[in-house]
């Protein structure tokens, strides 16, 4: 694959997931190491261009996920979050706010909850929930097989519903039937 074919293929590849791994890097680290990440996933991308599958989503957020791994920065950010989550919904007195919901509960509550699950579990659950990936894209993005990530799925789904519980609030019934399957 000559240099015409990586660009033109990198381009399609940017168009199309470039926002996905940004979102997903977002949620795992501040904007400007995101951008320097996302930077750093596409150069990848560019030099390995002929051993990407396709669809390149799964690929691509692997490699992002890797990089990330390697900065310290990142780890220290995603646990500063951690805490500042735990503390913020520890300290809140919905009670007294005006217009509470027993949705805000629900949110805080699932909130806390995925705070306290394991880093492992709460990137299975974000992988499934938050960006939307199919099975194999998600277990793709894990570098394991697809049965893997289905049990990893189903266990931390189970972890995180027994969190809820143990927290006093009723398991959200979307998440009851996903954990009965």
């Not at 694959?1 to 293929?9: C, K, P, Q, T, Y």
């Not at 390697?70 to 919905?94: C, D, F, I, K």
């Not at 499934?128 to 931390?156: F, K």
Request: proline content about 3%; hydrophobic content about 40%.
């Amino acid at each position: 694959m000559d240099d015409a074919d990586r660009h033109a293929r990198l381009e399609d590849w940017f168009r199309a997931y470039g926002d996905r791994v940004l979102a997903y890097l977002l949620h795992r680290t501040d904007s400007d190491t995101a951008q320097d990440v996302l930077q750093e996933v596409f150069v990848i991308a560019f030099r390995k261009a002929n051993v990407v599958p396709e669809p390149a989503i799964g690929w691509l957020l692997a490699t992002a996920r890797r990089v990330l791994a390697n900065t310290h920065r990142g780890a220290r950010r995603r646990e500063q979050l951690t805490v500042r989550l735990t503390e913020h919904s520890e300290h809140s007195e919905p009670s007294g706010q005006a217009g509470h919901t027993a949705e805000d509960d629900s949110s805080v509550a699932v909130a806390e909850a995925l705070a306290r699950v394991s880093p492992a579990d709460r990137e299975v659950l974000t992988l499934s929930a938050w960006y939307e990936l199919t099975t194999d894209e998600a277990a793709a993005a894990l570098g394991c097989s697809r049965s893997a990530y289905s049990v990893r799925l189903h266990r931390a789904r189970r972890r995180l519903a027994e969190r809820l519980a143990t927290a006093g609030f009723p398991t959200p019934s979307r998440l009851t039937e996903a954990v009965n399957e």
